[in-house]
């Protein structure tokens, strides 16, 4: 039978897994992962933390694992993320407003540097805005405003021309605030002729909480500024047990963002954020949920797995 990512290009998109260092020793789960999909991301081994854990001294051998995988299975990366509040090295935190900037962009330079040519994209900012809106607090938007953005942007296109450069966020799936924040954020930057090719929409998404409002109208609407849109980080967790309508949900939400993104020409994949409840950030992120993913803890196709391929 055709791959997720085979039923994906056939409609011109790809479909992507995140993965993890660890996960790559596990065979069982490196055969799917190797064979199933046309992008991998590294879920946390591109953060800065970990690439510039100590100012000035980098480390790419995580990195570097994840795209030695993708390029022997033949897979492209996402790369995943230059610049975030979370999980930042404490002495970014602690600099003085003045050296954030260089600090960023020499983070940028040298990692989107060391990657140059190997990844597709990059989400290039993470997380920029609050639920309501409004800019988040960060190191970043501390020192220089919402600019940060600006300047990581024009540091990414010096540092890599090829890569597709995107911000990212959660909770701007659907219409609302946080979207509608974003979307003005893009408009203004596309005017402004910043660097900007595409908005990764992360679409975490929960039974309890409903499907995001008008997801697909949405997607279109930002990529009616003249830019790609993709789904970054789908997954579809619920409050434990599981029970069959949270499974009927479940399901409905997977196939409804697949159809959400073949239905936007301008969405170019769709990224699980890992393929496997084995490897879900889920149940380490959200106290008694789980069973967001279309593979189980014991890597055995899920019902919803024919769902997203019946939907592709
Ligand atoms: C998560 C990873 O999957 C976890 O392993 C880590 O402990 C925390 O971060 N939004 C993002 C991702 O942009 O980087 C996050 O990944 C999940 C939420």
């Known amino acids: 039978p055709p791959t997720l990512n085979q039923l994906a290009a056939a409609k011109g998109r790809y479909f992507a897994s995140a993965t993890d260092n660890p996960e790559l020793s596990d065979a069982p789960y490196t055969a799917v992962l190797g064979s199933e999909f046309g992008v991998i991301t590294p879920g946390n081994s591109m953060k800065w933390d970990t690439t510039e854990p100590t100012r000035g001294q980098f480390s790419f051998a995580k990195g ?20 975030w509040h979370s999980q930042l090295p404490g002495w970014v935190s602690a ?55 600006t300047y990581a942007l024009q540091a990414a ?25 974003m979307y003005n954020l893009v408009r203004d930057l596309k005017a402004a002729g910043v660097p900007i090719d595409g908005v990764g929409f992360q679409a975490h998404l929960a ?17 009616d500024l003249g830019v790609d849109v993709a789904i970054t980080e789908l997954d579809v967790r619920m409050v434990l047990p599981a029970d069959a309508t949270k ?20 969405c170019v994949g769709i990224t699980i954020w890992d393929y496997t409840d084995k490897y879900s950030w889920v149940p380490g992120a ?18 919803v797995l024919d769902v997203v391929r019946t939907a592709l």
């Not at 030695?68 to 995943?80: I, L, N, Y």
């Not at 309890?208 to 990529?223: D, E, I, K, T, W």
Request: aromatic share 10%.
């Open 207 to 223: 039974t309890q909480y409903g499907f995001p409002s008008q997801m697909q109208q949405n997607l279109q609407r930002f990529a």
């Open 157 to 181: 296109r010096a540092a890599d021309p090829a890569a597709k450069l995107y911000i990212n966020d959660y909770n701007t799936d659907g219409t609302g605030a946080k979207s509608d924040a």
């Open 286 to 303: 959200f106290s008694g949920q789980g069973s967001a993913c279309l593979w189980d803890s014991n890597l055995q196709p899920k019902a």
């Open 64 to 83: 570097d694992a994840v795209v030695s995988f993708a390029q022997a299975h033949g897979e492209d990366v996402r790369g995943h993320t230059l610049v």
């Open 247 to 266: 499974l009927a949900a479940q399901s409905t939400y997977y196939r409804q963002v697949t159809e959400a993104c073949l239905a936007v020409s301008r």
């Open 95 to 149: 600099l003085p407003a003045s050296e954030v900037r260089s600090a960023m962009e020499s983070h940028i330079a040298g990692e989107a540097g060391h990657y140059k040519g190997q990844v597709k994209a990059w989400d290039v900012v993470n997380e920029p805005f609050n639920d309501d809106g409004t800019y988040r607090t960060s190191p970043f938007y501390n020192a220089m405003g919402k600019d940060f953005i």
